[in-house]
């Protein structure tokens, strides 16, 4: 790409601005399950069984799933005055923000399989929007930046406002949800989003391919099946799958390793968030220089070996004989020196694998990579639902019969070792 091609700094913030446009999924990811399915001591009431929920959680991200691909082969093939991407963001985003704020509105107030089935619809609803927001957002990437230096500044300014997602939904949300509860936390949240959707739709530019580069010609399995064919995305795709089902089930489960294990507030979730983004937010720069000096596939191979060790600590929270807000607090400090990699890479993985798929299919077709990775890993999401259901409801989730939730991180942990030993052999050092 020429030195004028380059995406002004304040452009290239607005683009990573964007990555909030998803901010309403952190709170559906970490709290619905506690709300419709609350432990004892929380004071809420049970809207729905905990099975049921898993299920529905399971269901929600199957249509996320299953949309992936479908999105990103019909946003590859799409030629607008607009582009092919944004129509795609403003109408999806439409779809989420309904769709996440409604979900906090329960018809009935008690345990219910009402509830189970609006939640169902809703989640349907939601993770379909998302996908069709999100996906094109990513597929900007590769078309935006050309450069291997290009894509790691655009996924950096990607993963900082990504710990500005984590300070929103780790920190700031469950003090909002003591003061405002969980729908008024929600139109918050969505008004923040919307703001970063307009960002991006208003102030990036997109690159108007040839009719030739788009991939008009192939249809839906045709595509599917040269992008399971390439075997770079394949030894990246796995690993970042198993790693999607680890951290979504220590998502879901930190509410109760709080309330339960610990004993204590809700709002002290944030105490695992807050030093995680903080020593997050200081060594992005430092990971920024490594990526480009030791290389891509070695900085993410070390952040997946290392966070192991924070998943693991989760699982004796309140046995250690300390106090538990320090042993939170500790934890978080550990999970954020090895966290930035896991969030800054990802795009930048696949931008390089599209690069590959250009040479071999002479066409660009960057979001259908997104779906495909879409697919696996929001299955992957949904199957952590289900699990994390499971371990609870069979195990124990109240105090003095916690088994469940510490489960939950022994199994999140021991998981992340099959995905280091498949990644060591993605074959791009760089």
Same mark, same amino acid.
Not at 5 to 27: E, Q, R
Not at 287 to 300: I, Q, R, S, W
Not at 401 to 430: C, E, M, Q, S
């Given at each position: @790409? @020429?030195?004028?091609?380059?995406?002004?700094?304040?452009?290239?913030?607005?683009?990573?601005?964007?990555?909030?446009?998803?901010?309403?999924?952190?709170?559906?990811? !970490?709290?619905?399950?506690?709300y419709?399915?609350?432990?004892?001591?929380?004071?809420?009431? /049970?809207?729905?069984?905990?099975?049921?929920?898993?299920? +529905?959680?399971?269901?929600?991200r199957?249509?996320d799933?299953?949309?992936?691909?479908l999105?990103?082969?019909?946003?590859?093939?799409?030629?607008?005055?607009?582009?092919?991407?944004?129509?795609?963001?403003?109408?999806?985003?439409?779809?989420?923000? $309904?769709?996440?704020?409604?979900?906090?509105?329960?018809?009935?107030?008690?345990?219910?399989?009402?509830?189970?089935?609006?939640?169902?619809?809703?989640?349907?609803?939601?993770?379909?929007?998302?996908?069709?927001?999100?996906?094109?957002?990513?597929? $900007?990437?590769?078309?935006?930046?050309?450069?291997?230096?290009?894509?790691?500044?655009?996924?950096?300014?990607?993963?900082?406002?990504? !710990?500005?997602?984590?300070?929103?939904?780790? +920190?700031?949300?469950?003090?909002?949800?003591?003061?405002?509860?969980?729908?008024?936390?929600?139109?918050?949240?969505?008004?923040?989003a919307?703001?970063?959707?307009?960002?991006?739709? $208003?102030?990036?530019?997109?690159?108007?391919?040839?009719?030739?580069?788009?991939?008009? %010609?192939?249809?839906l399995?045709?595509?599917?099946?040269?992008?399971?064919?390439? #075997?770079?995305?394949?030894?990246? $795709?796995?690993? %970042?799958?198993?790693?999607?089902?680890?951290?979504?089930?220590? !998502? @879901?489960?930190?509410?109760?390793?709080?309330?339960?294990?610990?004993?204590?507030?809700?709002?002290?979730?944030?105490?695992?968030?807050? /030093?995680?983004?903080?020593?997050?937010?200081?060594?992005?720069?430092i990971?920024? #220089?490594?990526?480009?000096?030791?290389?891509?596939?070695?900085?993410?191979l070390?952040?997946?070996?290392?966070?192991?060790? /924070?998943?693991? @600590?989760?699982?004796l929270?309140?046995?250690?004989?300390?106090?538990?807000?320090?042993?939170?607090?500790?934890?978080?400090?550990?999970?954020?020196?090895?966290?930035?990699?896991?969030?800054?890479?990802?795009?930048?993985?696949?931008?390089?694998?599209?690069?590959?798929?250009?040479?071999?299919?002479?066409?660009?077709?960057?979001?259908?990579?997104?779906?495909?990775?879409?697919l696996?890993? #929001?299955?992957?999401?949904?199957?952590?639902?289900?699990?994390?259901?499971?371990?609870?409801?069979?195990?124990g989730?109240? !105090?003095?019969?916690?088994?469940?939730?510490?489960?939950?991180?022994?199994?999140?942990?021991?998981?992340?070792?099959?995905?280091?030993?498949?990644?060591?052999?993605?074959?791009?050092? #760089?």
């Open positions: @790409m @020429m030195e004028g091609d380059k995406l002004s700094n304040i452009k290239a913030l607005l683009y990573g601005y964007g990555n909030l446009m998803g901010i309403g999924s952190a709170l559906i990811v !970490q709290w619905l399950l506690y419709y399915c609350p432990p004892k001591e929380s004071g809420l009431s /049970p809207l729905a069984p905990m099975v049921a929920m898993g299920t +529905v959680i399971l269901f929600g199957i249509i799933a299953v949309s992936d691909p999105i990103g082969y019909w946003s590859d093939r799409t030629v607008t005055r607009w582009g092919r991407r944004k129509p795609f963001i403003v109408i999806g985003f439409i779809l989420m923000a $309904l769709s996440q704020i409604l979900i906090w509105i329960p018809i009935v107030h008690y345990e219910s399989i009402i509830n189970v089935l609006y939640a169902a619809v809703l989640l349907g609803i939601f993770w379909f929007g998302y996908t069709a927001a999100i996906a094109p957002y990513l597929a $900007l990437l590769p078309e935006i930046a050309t450069s291997t230096e290009e894509r790691v500044r655009l996924s950096a300014f990607q993963a900082f406002f990504s !710990q500005i997602s984590l300070v929103i939904s780790g +920190v700031i949300v469950p003090i909002l949800l003591g003061i405002l509860g969980f729908l008024n936390t929600s139109v918050v949240l969505t008004i923040i919307t703001t970063s959707m307009l960002a991006v739709v $208003l102030a990036i530019k997109e690159r108007i391919k040839s009719r030739e580069k788009i991939a008009t %010609t192939m249809n399995v045709e595509a599917v099946k040269a992008t399971a064919m390439n #075997k770079v995305f394949i030894y990246y $795709l796995v690993p %970042t799958a198993i790693l999607v089902l680890s951290t979504t089930m220590l !998502q @879901m489960a930190l509410p109760y390793a709080v309330t339960v294990s610990a004993g204590l507030e809700k709002e002290n979730v944030s105490l695992f968030y807050f /030093p995680l983004i903080i020593v997050s937010v200081v060594t992005l720069p990971y920024k #220089k490594l990526a480009v000096k030791m290389g891509k596939k070695k900085l993410y070390l952040g997946m070996s290392m966070f192991i060790i /924070p998943t693991l @600590m989760l699982a929270t309140g046995t250690i004989p300390i106090d538990p807000r320090i042993y939170l607090l500790t934890i978080g400090v550990i999970a954020g020196l090895f966290v930035t990699p896991l969030l800054m890479l990802p795009n930048a993985f696949i931008a390089d694998i599209t690069d590959i798929d250009e040479e071999k299919t002479g066409y660009r077709r960057e979001a259908i990579y997104f779906g495909t990775q879409g696996i890993t #929001k299955t992957m999401a949904g199957l952590a639902g289900v699990l994390t259901s499971m371990l609870l409801q069979f195990l989730y109240s !105090q003095g019969a916690d088994l469940g939730i510490r489960a939950v991180y022994i199994f999140g942990g021991l998981i992340l070792l099959p995905a280091i030993l498949i990644f060591r052999k993605y074959p791009l050092t #760089k």
